[in-house]
Each structure stands twice: as structure tokens, then as C-alpha cells.
């Protein structure tokens, strides 16, 4: 038997969406990694030639709250830029879902870039991490 649990899109998807349910009871929950549920849509800004499809959707009252899971140290920057400006444009709520091994460094670099965003993150002692 494998002594890791293993630490992908899918399987920290499957616990935010647990979570979500369990605390929160959204209106609406989109996710890409998960059968049986819609994906989200991809979120643009008029003026920028970008867009981008965050991981999970949750519409709680008419409020967009965007869960972006990060598994890697190098930071997209240009994807969470975009989703902070959207959630700024339209009073949404960006998450980003990141191992505890990352939490610094990534709150770092959101800090040095001014980019509001939560941190959620979650302990990897025992598991394997597969991006």
C-alpha cells in the first residue's frame, strides 16, 4: 500500500468543494477537475487580449468567489493578476489553494505584486505532490 496520499488538481479540487459545501452552501459550484460538475467559465477582461479558467467557481448570493489551486513554485503571475482585477471589477472573492510549503513564498509574491488575494492553504506531510 501507498504510505503518500497523492496531492494533484483533482484531489484538492474534491476537498475544497467538500469544504465549501460543508461550510458555506453555495448557490452554484463549477469545477474543472470534477465529474459532474459544469466548468467554470472563463473570466476575461474587456481591454486585455487574456483570459483565463480558474480551477473553482462558488456563487454564494450573487457573489463569485474564485478558488485558483497553485501545486508549483513558479508563480502566474499574469493568470492571478487577472483574477484579482476581475474580482476587483466585479466584487467577486479570489482564493488561492497552495501547500503549506509554499504559503511564504507565495504570499511574498503576491505582496511584492499588490495583488489582494486568501490564502488557503493545506499541510502535505505524508502525501506526494504531483502538479
Do not use: H
Not at 467538500?18 to 452552501?25: G, H, L, S, V
Not at 450573487?62 to 471589477?89: C, D, H
Not at 466584487?91 to 501547500?99: H, I, N, Y
Request: charged content about 25%; overall charge positive; aromatic content about 12%.
Amino acid at each position: 500500500m501507498n504510505k503518500f496520499l497523492k496531492i494533484d488538481k483533482f484531489n484538492i479540487s474534491r476537498a475544497v468543494i467538500t469544504n465549501i459545501i460543508y461550510e458555506k452552501d453555495p448557490d452554484i459550484i463549477r469545477a474543472s477537475y470534477i465529474s459532474g460538475y459544469d466548468s467554470p467559465d472563463r473570466l476575461t477582461i474587456k481591454e486585455m487580449d487574456i483570459g483565463f479558467t480558474p480551477d473553482i467557481t462558488a456563487v454564494f448570493n450573487k457573489v463569485l468567489n474564485i478558488y485558483e489551486i497553485e501545486l508549483g513554485p513558479t508563480p502566474a503571475m499574469e493568470k492571478w493578476q487577472l483574477f484579482s482585477l476581475y474580482s476587483q471589477r466585479y466584487r467577486a472573492k479570489l482564493f488561492l489553494v497552495v501547500p503549506d510549503y509554499l504559503r511564504k513564498e507565495i504570499k511574498a509574491q503576491l505582496d511584492r505584486q499588490n495583488i489582494p488575494v486568501g490564502i488557503i492553504y493545506f499541510e502535505t506531510k505524508g502525501r506526494e505532490t504531483f502538479n
